[in-house]
């Protein structure tokens, strides 16, 4: 199964901060045809988890240019331009190149 | 407004059977791939299986292949997942999600408690 690998688990932030999320994984999520399938998600407290972004970069529907993702191969980012209160929650990485889809460990995001 | 609905959950004990239900509305059903997601404290955010459109092609984690099915209705808009030969491992909520090559969608989660 394809590791990933989520930095750091717990990220302590103030409102308005820049804040930044590493997922790795064990192996190339680059599928044959170029694209590929790495998404990042957010689990509010005691909410279903959303999706944010999905093929590294694209913003799903209605979530904030605020949130931006890079990467590529194995090694991938997401970034948080200026932290608000909406925004803490437990941040979750997948990968759904190749089966099993694997979550990462979560990256708690909370206030200082 | 995308809506997915699960139920079907509760108390079981191991080895016994139980079949989740997820019903969908706000988007034609029938043009999209759908899945089950589950959660623990422990484990995290675990995939656990995932349908083609017409119901044709199906696919498993390891550790549920032969014992759990996933189905779907497109005349009802609803996907099914029978769980057969449950252990105090899959203890979970377990969540009903729309699957493209992502999970757009998902419902609010039912609890399934394997315990005797």
Redesign the interface.
Known sequence: DVVMTQTPLSLPVSLGDQASISCRSSQSLVESNG?T?L?WYLQKPGQ????LL??VSNR?SGVPDRFSGSGSETDFILKISRVESEDLGVY?C?Q?TH?????G??TKLELK | EVQLVESGGGLVQPGRSLKLSCAASGFTFSNYGMAWVRQTPTKGLEWVASISTGGGNTYYRDSVKGRFTISRDNAKNTQYLQMDSLRSEDTATYYCARHRYYFDYWGQGVMVTVSS
């Open positions: 694209n399938h998404h279903l988890p959303q999706l999905y093929k799903f979750y997948l759904s089966l099993p889809y694997t979550f460990a979560g």
